[in-house]
């Protein structure tokens, strides 16, 4: 099965590259195939923690009261892999925005920036933690799709089905995801425009949703392509 795992993540590699027309984006995509195969799984890991850590960091920043650290139980499931990241930031900002919500609502006051910016990081968090999950779904269904060709069909056969069935799904699943994140990132910059805040921390969140795109393709390779 690792073996079969292998060749449908270079399809899913293929596709990847199929998505982006623009040149800078087949070698920004080829550069984080070599990354992963010339990188352990721990550096890239660390390099996606990294990215994450970063830009929760200057959120914090930017927000006029900043965010809570990890509780020691978190840091220990997080040391232990039962926790991600993005889950743990997506429950950071979650309590964030409800602490703010329920201040300004006893104060009456007008909703201020680290409410908005806590509400749509919370969405972006969760929307990372939904599409990794059925990014690593689409490979164990493509896994299960090959070898269920191979039972009735040559291996070539069985590639090229595979490929014509699982690139409009890739694709889908891509653009989905792109859109969703793109429609938060507008909905926050008009929501801190509307208040007349600054907006210097979009072009950060942008920035570091390309990256961890990158990153995560990187992991891929490394785990199955190496």
């Known amino acids: 099965m690792k073996r079969t795992f292998k060749i449908l993540l270079v399809f899913l ?9 623009l040149a800078v984006w087949q070698r920004k995509n ?22 994450q850590r970063e830009l929760v ?12 650290e990890p509780t020691k139980e978190e840091q220990l499931r997080l040391d232990e892999g039962t926790l991600k990241l993005p889950e743990l930031y997506s429950k ?20 201020k920036k680290d409410e908005i ?8 968090y969760a929307y990372q933690s939904e599409f990794e999950a059925r990014a690593e779904a689409t490979i164990r269904d493509g896994a299960n799709y090959y070898e269920k060709l191979k039972k009735t069909k040559d291996k070539a056969t069985s590639r090229t089905a595979t490929i014509t069935h699982f690139t ?14 793109e429609a938060v990132i507008l909905n926050l910059k008009k929501e801190l ?23 995560k393709l990187s992991f891929y390779a490394n785990k199955y392509l190496k």
């Open 117 to 124: 910016v806590s509400k749509y990081m919370a969405q972006l």
């Open 168 to 181: 409009p799904i890739v694709n889908g699943v891509e653009a989905e995801c792109d859109a969703k994140v």
């Open 13 to 21: 590699i293929v596709f990847l590259l199929c998505i982006g027309s």
């Open 30 to 51: 080829i550069e984080s195939i070599i990354t992963g195969i010339t990188h352990t799984e721990q550096e890239i890991t660390q390099r996606r923690d990294k990215n």
């Open 92 to 111: 950071i900002f979650e309590e964030k925005t409800l602490e703010l919500e329920k201040k300004r609502k006893e104060n009456e006051n007008k909703i």
């Open 193 to 215: 425009e509307a208040i007349g805040a600054q907006t210097d921390i979009i072009g950060t969140i942008r920035e570091t949703y390309t990256r961890e795109k990158q990153l």
């Open 57 to 68: 960091s200057e959120v914090s920043t930017f927000l006029d009261e900043g965010l809570r």
